[in-house]
């Protein structure tokens, strides 16, 4: 037999409104992920070309290159097409991983674009300048630029001494400021020969700060260089790691009688992952849905307390066997449960609709953080419907948790404002007044939660009055409070 | 004792509405609960069944506090309240088994008896009604068969035939009858001491919040005094005078009620006729319940 009171908590639970809030839980998730996506892919498109044609005589060009997603992934499967005048398609291959293929010359000197399609993305690169460049030097670069050097004699920090002997171009891509894993994508063109390619070994190392060109040759000193491999290909890539307490990369070619350098400054760079984190846990991501999700807990308070209470329904499954605290026990569980539940499922819909779209989704570490956030605030949010709703006179709940609602969900950033003119703070204080006021919203978990998300990329300023402690306790004060308040006058009801 | 309230006194805010109520109901008893509108039996059963906490005093059903052993006394406890509500949107069907889950029945056994039940109590055709559909009677019959899931031996009816159709009252008399045999304990309430005649064992009278009077079915009976309907075509001082002599006459309109005569009616009409008065009509009234209550709680009509 089933206790009275666990099949009560099982009736509340199991209820299409309960049931109907999980899977609006999980829609939100799956919507985040694609508002997410969405903006995510315009800063780091998913398709994305590195190549570079080289004329192989008999009026063909040979395209060696690498299709690669937003993380720098190569792409097992994906299409070029070259387009023409009029979106006429006039070549379209199939490539994948680091390709090698051959085009008629006359259709690339056709085509005004490369269109890359890979199955999550699609990006145009614009074929600038007379492609008889070719004719001129022999090959010409295809796709996403990086940082090059040695194009021709007499170019920038190239002694004039120099005849370029070969065409090199390094690319990064920063993956993870935290782990430093990043991507270096390389192309190179042997000039003396562009038919054959390149033969260097490649090294690479890490200077300070404050370089901007670039150590020049013979200060490569402080560098210590390690070996990232030989090129012995006209395209290569690399996952390499970052030191955070270094800012450029350094990466040297020498072999036979060539020998070069080029530097990337990579702390300006925003990382993929902090991107990724930035817009999930920004304001247009998590704090959009932490808006909103609110308000199915008010309509749960409603259902479960409220509503019966108020019609007097209440009062006949009181005469069952079980007592008041049973009745407030278990409904209140039935929706607190909901509460923790429905920021994970959401938080997995969000990250399972990613890995879908994107192929990686957050970190465990963030995504627990925002899931707690969400656990706190909802539950805390909940709890205080749950007390009106148990508390106040049944004909005025809705009135009184929507006039809330709209308090601490809508107007409190506006309030923080009023407070901090009122305070004569100025504007400067309103960052740190805002997670201040933080801990008297029931609300306040879940922006500190998305605060150190983004922090932890520093997609935020720091805020010295965010504090994960502060808001577990302020949360866990908001939950017991209402909790018992809400009992105790629940209790001495007529 | 299978019902016993024990000094229970009730205040709604400042008001007190019980004070020291205490009576029992014994196995096997049919108890009803009379008093006027307002007396104060509602908040006494709501009591009684643990809906309702009591300021101060207790109720034992079964031996078991409803205040601070709820969860056992309400499984020995049967209630149809006065005004059932139900949540609107269940059918009758589905929230009777709702109900029954609370007892530990469930699935198919708590709908075969849900089907039994409510037939039994006449909605044997509107099982799959919502009960937001369900009219005051049928909520009341509906209340009635959810009081009778777990076959509890103490039995709460408030004001339970207000509301039912001439059919449900005869259903409902049947019940008590049955349940009596079966030496259930049972307390119904009324404030019509009339409807509670045929099925009481005794009265427990409450007014103001007090109870003022305990009597079984006979005493009450002994108590109606019987009374004479004279129709006479003068009516005077003098006539008063001399029926004042012969009891406790009452003047409505053109119509004399004379209560507990102390003649037999063949004498009063002799004497009247005597003094001259054309008497047209006399009969004997049935001896009035309704008297004896007002009398009881002292309140004059
Ligand atoms: N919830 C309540 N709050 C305040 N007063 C109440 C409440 N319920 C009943 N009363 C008052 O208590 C008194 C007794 O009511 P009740 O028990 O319903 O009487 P009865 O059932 O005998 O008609 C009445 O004066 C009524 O107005
Ligand atoms: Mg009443």
New binding site residues.
Partial sequence: MLAPILYDFKRALLRPATLLALLLFVLGGAALSYLVYGTFINMYPQANLYAVAVASGNDTVAIHGIVYDAYGRPVDSATLKLVGGGDTVLAEIRVGGIFHVEVPLGKLKEASKIVVETGSGREEYRLLGPVSAIDKVGFMPLGAAGVSRSLAPGEGGVPEMEIAKLYFEAKMILVSMKSGESVLLIRAVNLTDPHSPPHVVLEYGFAEGGVVSGPREGETGSIHYRRLGVLDDYVAYYRIRVPGNASVLVIRYSGGNVSGEVSITYSFMIPVEAAYAGVVAGSTGISLFAQFFPIIFLYLANMLMAKPRGSGALEFILARPVTRWDIYVTRYSAGALIAVVAPLLFIAAMMATNKLLLGVTMNMDDALVLALGLMGAMTAFYTLSYMLAASIKPGRYLTVSILLYVVFALFWSAIALIVVMVLGAGYSALHDTTYAMAYFNPLGASSIASYLVQRDYGAVAEASTASPWLATLSTLLWITLCFTIGYFRFRSQ? | MAIEFRDVT?Y??K?R??ENVSFTVEKGEVVGYV????????????IGVGV?RPSSGDVLVEGYSVVREKRRASMHIGWVP?YPIFEQDFKALDYFVYLAGYYGISGGEARRLGRRLLEEVGLGDALDKKLAEYSQGMKKRFALAVSMINEPENYFF??VLNGLDPQGIAFFRDLVLRLKRKGCAILF?S?ILSEVENLADRVVF?HR?RIVAVHTMDEIKGMAKPALRIKVGRIDEGLMETLKSLGEPERKGRIIVLRNPSRSPDEILRILVEKGYPVEAMAPVEPSLEEVFFRIIGERR
Avoid at chain 2, 35 to 46: D, E, Q, S, V, Y
Wanted: a neutral charge.
């Fill in positions: 007529d | 009730k709604f805010g008001k509405v019980l008093g006027l509108n307002g007396a104060g039996k509602t908040t006494t059963i709501r309702l006065e408030d004001e309430s404030h409450i919040g």
